[in-house]
């Protein structure tokens, strides 16, 4: 958040405090979440190279350095959140490929449609748009929690930022807890039998190991932990 422009109120409330995430805070998270792509594309594609065709750090890798020539065209003062998560979704569709691009296209086209015309999220908001997110993974991948995929560490993810917003939780808190259930779901996905995507084809064979797609997600969370928190989340 380092290069967002002092605001025009000096008295004007922190990130952190107001609990907001404007189009600014969203840029910096994607740009997080590409550098953390781009520092694990080798480990994402190990992954899928047991159990898939091993190209899902090439592909996403590819997509986010897309994602990144957008946002650096972009100009945050005339660019909503919905625009913005639009652009990002229909990026990754077009650049992506295989099976997760569509579907990670569709996690951001649906984030999109739920900021609405809001100019900035509040913490509520952006994790309704989140669940938005893997309720539309959940339909156009037709898959659900326990098929060994990206949903095993995006929903708990969800679950546990709802759950610590509920509990009264500011934002960076509830989004650091989101981050762990979201390694932890992933971590739950090594001893599954995979039912969706190619490792379903290898049956029995796809259980002692980590779904690819699961461990991108997670990378996803903590960088939004990292970033909308708008302080450094501890990354333990
Ligand atoms: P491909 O399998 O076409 O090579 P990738 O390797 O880029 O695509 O992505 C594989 C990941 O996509 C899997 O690890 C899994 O998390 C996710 N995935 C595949 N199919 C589905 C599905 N139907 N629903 C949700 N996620 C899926
Ligand atoms: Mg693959």
Partial sequence: VAHRPPGPDTGEQSQTASGTIDVAALADWLRAFAAAVGAHADELTTLDAAIGDGDHGINLNRGMTSVVTTLDDLDPAATAPARLLKSVGMKLVSTVGGASGP????????????????????????????????????????????????????????????????????????LAEAAHAAERGRDRTFPMVARKGRASYLGPRSAGHLDPGAASAALLVRAAAQTLGGTTAPDD
């Fill in 103 to 174: 579907l990670y296209g569709t996690f951001f086209l649906r984030m999109a449609s739920a900021s609405g015309d809001r100019t900035v999220l509040d913490a509520v908001a952006f994790a309704a748009a989140l669940r938005a997110g893997l309720d539309g993974v959940a339909s156009r991948g037709k898959s659900e929690r326990g098929d060994k995929t990206m949903l095993d560490a995006l929903g708990p993810a969800c679950d546990g930022l709802d759950a610590a917003l509920v509990a009264g939780e500011p934002l960076p808190a509830a």
